[in-house]
């Protein structure tokens, strides 16, 4: 599943894994959210609900381009520095290619929306 991250004039394409946290991350776009800068590592932003974590291991090591979902915070996570591994994060997919364009200082708005097929 791809969706695509719009933000400015720039879109940023992703590749979402499989699982019931990402089936539930979907039920929820087009998404329109402001992402805060959090420790200088990714840009995170809190969803209207929590989502669904059945069958989700019990964490993750993310890597720049992984878009995640915080279970602790219910926020959703793009990581574009390296981070270790976090009790309660759960990886929803990847960033195709460059994330030049959320590595920018402070916030910044986004919005997100599943890309149908042709």
Request: aromatic residues 4%; hydrophobic residues 45%.
């Given at each position: 599943m791809k969706?695509?991250?719009?933000?400015?004039?720039?879109?940023v394409t992703a590749t979402l894994i499989d699982s019931k946290t990402t089936?539930?991350?979907i039920s929820l776009l087009?998404?329109?959210?402001?992402l805060e800068d959090y420790a200088k590592t990714e840009k995170i932003s809190y969803l209207s609900r929590k989502l669904s974590t059945e069958d989700a291991p019990p964490g993750s090591d993310p890597a720049v381009g992984d878009i995640a979902y915080y279970a602790p915070w219910g926020n959703l996570a793009m990581f574009y520095r390296d981070f270790g591994y976090s009790n309660g994060l759960v990886i929803l997919g990847k960033i195709d290619g460059?994330?030049?364009?959320?590595?920018?200082?402070?916030?910044?708005?986004?919005?997100?929306e599943l890309v149908r097929s042709q």
């Open positions: 969706i695509n991250i719009k933000v400015k004039d720039k879109v089936q539930d991350f087009p998404l329109t959210l402001t460059d994330i030049e364009a959320l590595n920018v200082p402070g916030s910044v708005k986004v919005t997100i």
